[in-house]
């Protein structure tokens, strides 16, 4: 059989194996023991211990045949070798386990005869003492009595003369201000006292302790009451006056009393630094009232935060800032507060009560009056506090605000562990929710101060002097029409819309960034449920994001509600700049700016939060507004030049035009400057198709059916009737036009609506003047000058020959002499003019 073996480990199934073998083997059950089971009395069982080899040869030799003998003899040699091998590997795994069993026993043996030796030796040594103290017991055996009755007699006297010299003792202490051992000694002495006070020579003892201690007494009453004081020497007279039966509600009176003096004043020292404070920054804006208003230069940026004179995000000058008030207020009232509250508790409260003092409840009394003591120290704490925090006025750096809010909040909560079921956390934490509220409303008011800045220098910026070329001023537009470009040249109408976007936006992110250090992780009240719900939700998002929305969209329609008739004084390039930041809200900045506020402050919309299409929507009316307001003021400029053209002339003494009138050309030029300012911001929008004679379609109109039948040999005074009737029937024919109709957000719709309103006043202006020959044939011309060149502004060339035409025809209506000039001469003179 070979002695090499497979390693034990590698087959964790052969190991079992072979561990059930010989369990069978040695007839072990699971446990280890061995196994109660019937035993097989068989002799041909191979293993049960009642095993014949012969029989169960024999029995072999019958029953198999030769192939099977030789099959069953190899198996059984097999199985002896794997045995073999088996019993091998357990010698071999063991082997060590084997030697140290070896060595553990010889040690233990070693050891037992060591100890068998220390315990003979102890067995005599006690055997010794006994016998010694059997023979002193016996010795004194009839002294013990007597020893025992001068041991009592030596207790007595050492006693008594603790009682005899107790007055020098109490004097002693006295004297040397030692007030607790005289407090000790008096108390160790006080029931034996009164238990004797009937013989003569204790009483005196009594009367005499009495009077010392009543002169202790009065001592700690003067120590209690001195302002000088520390703690701690206050800590040791109350606890010692209690120990002399000192009425306790009277203690806490005097000790909160006390205490309150001292917090008093810390209290009149952070009072005095508010005043101080109050008085510099009144110093300070003294100074700087004074000082001339500082102007910007057209050159500069119109709507930077450097331009303006005020700007709401600066800090007001103070002499100490927030943070280092809090820190004073922490570091000496509300730290005075805790060990005050730490010392009260331990002497009135956490004191253990015993005897007469258990049954007056004197914890309930003292807590009572501590909370009522605690929390009227804590208001006028806190009104101080909240004094200071109103005087942040300035937004620029909102850290020392949040710093000292936190400083503040995280010391409070001190007071909650030393007091339970205090109201002054709680206070505490309304006081920074109110600080929180109060400065988003402080930066919206920022924003909102910001934002007219922003306006006024955009104003500024559209009213300074701009070059024209050829007469047409580039108003709104801020670039030279076919001119060189200029170094000090104004920004024009997009770079404004840009700088004030971008400024307004990136003002409002700077405010978020402020405004979210109330929410950051380091901040101990950031994890109360108003800074992570309604302080996100309807504060910030609400409170300041969607209300400065809503002030941007009514403060631009409040452009429209408040100008005249004549358009007041609102640039009307103010208008459409802010139609248009209006409508890139309405598109993107909106989406935006809510989609980066609830990003950043994680809002969940547990309760109702305007929604984005609403604030949409509202800035696309804003921007409606404005630009039906735009389109209204152009308007009502052009219309007044042309009603005062047509009411300061003499239309029936005129002379025979030569040339196109200079308001015409004006109305033209002014048209062109506002297609330029449009463009500059919208896009050129949907026209119709234009004839090939758009700009021949004076004559073609002037010289139709319509003018042969107004101009015929029929039409004379006596037939007015029949032209009137015709021209009535023409007009039931035509397109009706809505001249105050909503435009559309682009420049061809926006030029059509003004185009509409000028014309039309042209033609109401038109029909209440009276006309000679000469008039008639003015406006020919006029009208035909106008037709040639307003035709490329408007969605529809046919509206402006519509127009065009109810003028000529109303001017022939109003005409003396209808005799109108000939279509050739009056293209002559336009094209000359």
């Known amino acids: 059989m070979s002695s090499a073996t497979t390693p034990p480990d590698s087959d964790p199934a052969q190991r079992r194996r072979v ?30 211990p009642h095993f014949d080899p012969e029989i169960y040869l024999n029995k072999l030799r019958q029953e198999c045949s030769l192939a099977e003998l030789m099959d069953h003899e190899s198996c059984m040699v097999k199985q002896i070798r794997s045995l073999d091998s088996d019993m091998q590997t357990l010698v071999y795994e063991n082997y060590n386990k084997f030697i140290s069993a070896t060595d553990t026993i010889r040690k233990m043996k070693n050891d037992f005869k060591k100890m068998e030796d220390e315990m003979d030796c102890l067995s005599a040594n006690m055997a010794a003492i006994t016998e010694f103290s059997a023979c002193i017991s016996g010795t004194l055996q009839g002294q013990h009595a007597q020893i025992t009755k001068l041991s009592g007699v030596h207790t007595l006297l050492r006693k008594l003369q603790f009682l005899f010299e107790l007055p020098a003792r109490l004097n002693k202490c006295l004297e040397l201000q030692a007030y607790a051992q005289a407090v000790s000694a008096h108390r160790r002495a006080r029931c034996v006292l009164q238990q004797y006070s009937h013989m003569p020579s204790f009483r005196g003892i009594q009367d005499d302790c009495h009077v010392i201690m009543e002169q202790l007494a009065q001592q700690l009453r003067q120590k209690f009451r001195d302002g000088g004081s520390s703690a701690k020497d206050l800590s040791e007279c109350v606890e010692l006056l209690l120990q002399l039966d000192e009425p306790a509600e009277e203690l806490c009176d005097k000790f909160l009393s006390h205490a309150q003096s001292r917090l008093e004043a810390d209290l009149q020292g952070l009072e005095a630094e508010l005043k101080d404070s109050a008085e510099l920054k009144d110093a300070v804006v003294t100074d700087t009232g004074g000082g001339s208003a500082q102007k910007t230069s057209p050159g500069s940026n119109p709507v930077s935060p450097s331009s303006s004179v005020f700007n709401p995000f600066l800090s007001p000058t103070a002499g100490t800032d927030i943070l280092e008030f809090i820190d004073r207020g922490c570091n000496e009232f509300v730290s005075s507060l805790c060990l005050v509250i730490a ?264 309760t109702p939060v305007t929604p984005v299409t609403a604030l949409c929507a509202e800035a696309r009316e804003a921007a409606q507004k404005l630009l039906n307001h735009y389109v209204k003021v152009q308007g009502l400029i052009i219309s007044q030049m042309l009603r005062k053209s047509v009411e300061t002339r003499d239309w029936v003494n005129t002379i025979e035009p030569r040339n196109v009138r200079a308001v015409m050309k004006r109305v033209v030029e002014d048209t062109t400057s506002i297609d330029v300012q449009v463009g500059l911001l919208y896009e050129e929008g949907v026209r119709k198709a234009h004839s090939s004679d758009s700009s021949k379609r004076t004559f073609s109109v002037y010289s139709s059916s319509r003018q042969q039948i107004r101009y015929a040999p029929s039409y004379t005074p006596s037939a007015p009737m029949d032209t009137n009737l015709l021209s009535n029937i023409h007009k039931l024919f035509s397109e009706r036009i809505d001249i105050f109709s909503p435009v559309e957000f682009n420049k061809v719709s926006v030029l059509t609506g003004i185009i509409k309103i000028s014309l039309k006043t042209f033609l109401e202006c038109v029909r209440l003047r009276t006309f000679g020959r000469y008039g008639l044939q003015q406006i020919q011309v006029d009208c035909h000058y106008l037709q040639m060149y307003l035709w490329r502004f408007v969605s529809d060339e046919n509206l402006v020959h519509f127009l065009l035409d109810e003028i000529v025809g109303s001017a022939a209506h109003r005409c003396l002499d209808p005799s109108p000039m000939e279509q050739s001469v009056i293209e002559v003179i336009c094209e000359r003019g």
Not at 436 to 459: C, N, P, W
């Open 19 to 48: 561990h059930n073998m010989l369990k069978l083997y040695y007839g072990l059950n699971e446990e280890g023991k061995a196994a109660e089971q019937a035993e097989s009395l068989g002799p041909c069982d191979i293993n049960g």
């Open 343 to 606: 010392s009260y508790q331990e002497l009135f409260i956490n004191r253990p009560q015993e005897g007469e003092l258990a049954s007056k409840n004197i914890p309930e009394m003292a807590n009572g009056k501590l909370h009522v003591f605690v929390d009227n120290l804590a208001a006028r704490y806190f009104s101080l506090v909240e004094r200071r925090i109103q005087e942040e006025k300035g937004v620029g750096d909102n850290s020392l605000l949040v710093r000292a809010l936190d400083r503040f909040h995280r010391r409070l909560q001190a007071i909650s562990k030393l007091l339970p079921g205090s109201a002054v956390p709680s206070q505490g934490t309304e006081i920074v929710v109110r600080a929180a509220r109060e400065r988003i409303k402080q930066y919206l008011s920022a924003l909102q101060t910001f934002y007219h800045d922003s306006l006024t220098d955009v104003r500024q910026a559209l009213a300074a002097p701009r070059l024209s070329v050829g007469g047409a001023s580039a108003s709104g537009g801020g670039a030279l029409v076919g001119g060189t470009t200029s170094k000090d040249a104004p920004p024009s109408l997009p770079e404004l819309l840009m700088s004030l976007s971008n400024f307004i936006l990136n003002q409002l992110k700077s405010v978020l960034a402020s405004v979210h250090l109330f929410t950051a992780k380091d901040i101990t009240f950031s994890n109360k449920p108003y800074f992570k719900g309604e302080f996100c939700s309807q504060g910030v998002r609400e409170g300041l994001v969607v209300s400065f929305i809503k002030f941007i969209c009514q403060s631009s329609r409040q452009y429209c509600e408040s100008a005249g008739d004549r358009g007041g004084s609102t640039p009307p390039a103010l208008l459409l700049l802010l139609s248009r930041l209006c409508l890139d809200y309405e598109t993107s900045t909106i989406s935006y700016i809510l989609t980066l506020t609830d990003e950043q402050f994680l809002v969940q919309h547990h």
